[in-house]
């Protein structure tokens, strides 16, 4: 029997069995750090995207605003990202906030948790489920100390936090132990040798988020030595220039008319390894 919206029975008796799956001897060292707790802080104050919304907070148009803005600047991400492979399959995601890219795994019957330092974000993502009358299991959690027992998911989801952990090192450990033998990482860092960086130095072209208590860049080879427990790893550079709703003025004209055209018509074989995100899929 199937709700609109809603899991099949099944699938409500195995998330009330596998939803909350947790680690016996978990510690309090997240509260205790005070780096942590700074993250966690400023997480709470910087919605990511807010500034593009054009309704109030937690609002229904405002979830909209942000689902329209993220793949707008993210088209590639539907393209490396299956989110409707996961049916019946145990999905987390580190660093969930508002919901945007879960309600994607959700909503293709994927049993899903979500776990976020910020508690505004875990509030806003209960919304959006709401709004969308969507099952998941959503919580205030630190990804370097995760609550849940070896081999409990099919899929890890990480896009864009690990560059703001406190140790990144530690989140990857984790990622791999509460992943399932056979499951699928997907992770996303920032690109050191990428163009917006090369932009942001030459030109002052402001970033998102330079303010954060941290924000680490990776090469490829970085991030490919976190990642060296895992049994295969596809990487791919991705996020290559699009216009921007964020800059205003003479830098918006120089950077949409003029940067973007210009750089999209150098040939891939050129530009390829210049992406800002570095996508990871690795399998445990």
């Known amino acids: ?42 997480w709470n104050l910087h919605i990511h995207d807010l500034e593009i919304a054009r309704h109030p907070v937690g609002s229904e148009g405002f979830f909209k605003d942000l689902e329209s803005y993220r793949f707008e600047k993210l088209h590639y991400l539907p393209k490396r990202v299956d989110f409707n492979g996961f049916k019946g399959k145990t999905v987390l995601e580190i660093g969930c906030g508002v919901g945007i890219d879960l309600l994607r795994f959700a909503s293709s019957r994927a049993m899903v948790t979500g776990i976020d330092l910020a508690d505004k974000s875990i509030e806003l993502a209960r919304k959006n489920f709401n709004f969308h009358l969507l099952n998941g299991h959503l919580k205030r959690g630190n990804g370097e100390n995760l609550e849940f027992t070896d081999n409990s998911f099919d899929c890890v989801y990480a896009h864009g936090v690990i560059q703001y952990t406190a140790n990144a090192r530690a989140m990857i450990d984790e990622i791999h132990r509460v992943l399932k033998p056979g499951g699928t990482a997907i992770m996303m860092v920032y690109n050191r040798h990428s163009w917006l960086n090369f932009l942001s130095k030459t030109l002052k072209v402001k970033m998102e988020h330079t303010d954060a208590p941290v924000l680490n860049k990776y090469t490829r080879k970085e991030f490919y030595q976190l990642l060296k427990n ?30 973007v055209p210009l750089f ?19 399998t445990k």
């Open 264 to 282: 999209n018509i150098i040939p891939k074989f050129i530009t390829g390894k210049t992406g800002w995100h570095i996508m990871a899929f690795a």
């Open 230 to 259: 895992f049994s295969q790893i596809n990487m791919f550079t991705e996020r290559f220039p699009v216009p921007s709703r964020l800059q205003k003025g003479l830098k918006a004209v120089f950077f949409n008319r003029l940067f």
């Open 1 to 42: 029997m199937t709700f609109p919206g809603q899991y099949t029975i099944i699938q409500l008796i195995l998330t009330l069995n596998t939803e909350q799956p947790m680690k016996k001897n978990k510690t309090i060292a997240d509260r205790e750090n005070p780096l942590i707790k700074e993250i966690q802080t400023y």
